[in-house]
């Protein structure tokens, strides 16, 4: 099974700083790889997710942007930080349409 | 968005009982997967079922699937204190391209077993 390593675990931001989230994949090669927000108490909002090396389709217009620079790295990023991008980000990563999604343990982002 | 939405929002029931939770989505899937969040923690994996399949049960859960009605339900049965968790259903849609690789999930039941 593939495992995901997301850092860090928890951050708190002042507004207007920039962000950097990664996410690594183990176990696994060209996976399709996720980006989700958690609200407190709610659902998973797809934010970003890549089928391959470059290729990022987004699901919603923000303030953030997605990156996949290697083939098992995706980064989330931010250039700067609005309040309402406080939430728990999750990275998952799938091997294909019709398999499941194994996820990270999630960064809790904190916009202060 | 959302595609999934899951039925009650929060399920409270004594240890031993079973568990019932809903899910309902609104277009057509390859695939509708089960997945449980502890509290602040990454999602896993339960159960998937495909589109062609009605039923499937893994230990003590099991998944029905209706594509007419475009529902699925969890049951967990003698349900335990360790299976307090929020409960989420996903849709993988149907078709070709990158957006077929979509994941969508619902906003999930938050279910308290209590001893």
């Known amino acids: 099974s593939q495992t995901i390593h997301q850092w860090p675990a928890t951050l708190v931001q002042p507004v207007g700083s920039p962000l950097s989230l990664e996410c690594t994949v183990e176990g696994t090669s060209n996976p399709n790889l996720y980006w989700y927000r958690q609200a407190a108490g709610r659902g998973l909002q797809l934010l970003f997710y890549?089928?391959?090396?470059?290729?990022i389709s987004s699901e919603v217009p923000q303030n953030l942007s997605a990156s996949r620079p290697q083939d098992r790295q995706f980064i989330l990023s931010s250039k700067k930080l609005l309040l309402s991008d406080s939430g728990f980000y999750l990275c998952?990563?799938?091997?294909?349409?019709?398999?499941?999604?194994?996820f990270g343990q999630g960064t809790r982002l904190t916009v202060v | 968005s959302q595609q999934g939405e899951e039925d009650p929002q929060a399920l409270s029931i004594q240890e031993g009982e079973n568990a019932t939770m809903n899910c309902s989505y609104k277009?057509?899937?390859?695939?509708l997967q089960w997945y449980r969040q502890n509290s602040g923690r990454g999602l896993v994996h339960l159960i998937l079922?495909?589109?062609?399949?009605r039923e499937k049960h893994s230990g003590r859960l099991r998944v029905t699937l209706d594509t007419s009605k475009k529902s699925s339900s969890l049951l967990i049965t003698a349900s335990r204190a360790a299976d307090t968790a929020s409960y989420f259903c996903a849709t993988a849609p149907l078709g070709s391209g990158a957006g077929s690789y979509q994941l969508t999930f619902g906003k999930g039941t938050k279910l308290s077993v209590i001893p």
């Open positions: 890549s089928v391959g090396i470059g290729q």
């Open positions: 079922i495909r589109s062609n399949e």
């Open positions: 277009t057509s899937i390859n695939n």
């Open positions: 998952a990563s799938r091997t294909g349409h019709g398999t499941e999604a194994f």
